[in-house]
């Protein structure tokens, strides 16, 4: 079992819907948790970092950490066909070098 | 502005092959790292330096992977002899720890090397 489990989809919406995706985990030892967007032949780019259990908003993007469930949700409010990539989320300890998920594909229909 | 350049951008090489991949980490960063992504794994740290100095390497194939940092400006993936199993893109990605923190937030990735063993 991987240390870090995601859907890989692919998720297809229509512009202007809210999008949820997620990661389950099974290391509680994770403390940073981060989500990296990855359009199409393109290298992984940082999109939001939380530290710890709790809620982080950052314009459209609002990213979701429950320690308890080992459960962290990236969620996209008026999704946009810019949107469309895979996103992968990551998570660390505060040693350890950062864990990906294997990505979910999401697509953005115009 | 600043970003991580890797070369070549594309590689087709034959099985038994010596493939070299290249990376550039942003000036000033002291973290590198090197991925392998396919459809199948995802996203794997094969080994990661920090100051020069190999931190791990438990994620690469020892017996024809390696990987060196011959100077502060380049990094180094080297698979000898390539097997169409390596068939992958390979990202580098490089990041600053700071003196008050224990490892780098922001990992920096570059294009990436898409490599073909045929």
């Known amino acids: 079992q991987k240390e870090v489990e995601q859907d890989p989809g692919p998720l297809s919406v229509p512009e202007g819907a809210i999008v949820s995706l997620n990661c389950t985990y099974s290391?509680?030892?994770?403390?940073?948790f981060m989500w990296y967007r990855q359009y199409s032949r393109k290298g992984p780019e940082l999109l939001m970092y939380t530290y710890s259990s709790g809620n982080k908003e950052d314009g459209r993007f609002t990213a979701q950490v429950d320690k308890s469930s080992k459960y962290i949700s990236l969620f996209i409010r008026d999704s946009q066909p810019s949107d469309s990539a895979t996103y992968l989320c990551a998570m660390k300890t505060g040693r350890r070098a950062l864990t990906f998920g294997s990505g979910t594909r999401l697509q953005v229909q115009p | 502005d600043a970003r991580v350049t890797q070369t070549p951008r594309h590689k087709v090489t034959e099985m038994g092959q010596e493939v070299t991949m290249r990376c550039q980490p942003i000036?000033?960063?002291?973290?590198v790292f090197w991925y392998r992504q396919t459809m199948m794994q995802g996203l794997e740290l094969l080994a990661y330096f920090r100051n020069r100095a190999p931190l791990d390497d438990s994620g690469m194939p020892k017996d024809r992977f390696s990987a060196e940092m011959p100077d502060a400006t380049l990094a180094t993936l080297k698979i000898q002899p390539s097997e169409p199993r390596d068939s992958a893109v390979y990202f580098c990605?490089?990041?600053?720890?700071?003196?008050?923190?224990?490892?780098?937030?922001?990992?920096?990735f570059g294009p990436g090397t898409r490599l073909t063993v045929l």
């Open positions: 000036l000033g960063h002291n973290t």
């Open positions: 290391n509680s030892a994770f403390q940073y």
């Open positions: 990605a490089s990041g600053l720890v700071r003196e008050d923190r224990l490892s780098t937030d922001t990992q920096y």
